[in-house]
């Protein structure tokens, strides 16, 4: 049998343990990185799919349900859900010339869509409980000339 000395400073094991503490730490940070991931994913194609519907939008002829059904099917190729997404249509003046009194108008279009965190929204009400949501709205703005034809 060792002498009680020698068995106390063995370091054996001493790894497993540190491992078992570092471990659930890492795992939430890999877990943030990744819903932060696809927090950032579906920002960029609720943001294009405004976008793509004030690029319609801006042109002469457009519909406003033709806009929605553009920016509806622009978020159902990104991959979301496009029925809980809300659109907005809206004609403004960008710019009125105080001198001749010509104003240039133009389209805004705004697209709302709730993203839901999949791993930190859980556990997030694990911790501080079931009153915390785990959804936040992202919500894009486009605005975009309204083009004319030349000479009017």
Same mark, same amino acid.
């Given at each position: 049998?060792?002498?009680?000395?020698?068995?106390?400073?063995?370091?054996?094991?001493?790894?497993?343990?540190?491992?078992?503490?570092?471990?659930?730490?890492?795992?939430?940070?890999?877990?943030?990185?990744?819903?932060?991931?696809?927090?950032?994913?579906?920002?960029?194609?609720?943001?294009?799919?405004?976008?793509?519907?004030?690029?319609?939008?801006?042109?002469?002829?457009?519909?406003?349900?033709?806009?929605?059904?553009?920016?509806?099917?622009?978020?159902?190729?990104?991959?979301?859900?496009?029925? =809980?997404?809300?659109?907005? !249509?809206?004609?403004?003046?960008?710019? +009125?010339?105080? %001198? @001749?009194? *010509? $104003?240039?108008?133009?389209?805004?279009?705004?697209?709302?869509?709730?993203?839901?965190?999949?791993?930190?929204?859980?556990?997030?009400?694990? =911790?501080?409980?079931?009153? !915390?949501?785990?959804?936040?709205?992202? +919500?894009?703005? %486009? @605005?975009? *000339? $309204?083009?004319?034809?030349?000479?009017?």
């Amino acid at each position: 049998m060792a002498p009680l000395g020698r068995r106390l400073r063995s370091e054996r094991g001493a790894e497993l343990v540190e491992f078992a503490l570092v471990m659930p730490i890492l795992m939430l940070v890999l877990a943030g990185i990744l819903d932060m991931g696809f927090l950032f994913k579906n920002y960029e194609v609720v943001t294009n799919a405004a976008r793509e519907g004030a690029r319609m939008a801006s042109l002469p002829g457009w519909v406003e349900d033709d806009v929605k059904a553009r920016v509806r099917d622009y978020l159902a190729a990104g991959g979301l859900n496009a029925a =809980v997404a809300t659109t907005t !249509v809206e004609q403004i003046v960008l710019v +009125t010339d105080i %001198a @001749t009194g *010509r $104003t240039i108008n133009g389209i805004k279009v705004a697209v709302t869509y709730p993203h839901s965190f999949m791993i930190l929204g859980p556990i997030s009400q694990l =911790v501080k409980g079931a009153a !915390v949501t785990n959804d936040i709205n992202l +919500t894009a703005v %486009a @605005t975009m *000339r $309204t083009e004319v034809a030349a000479g009017l």
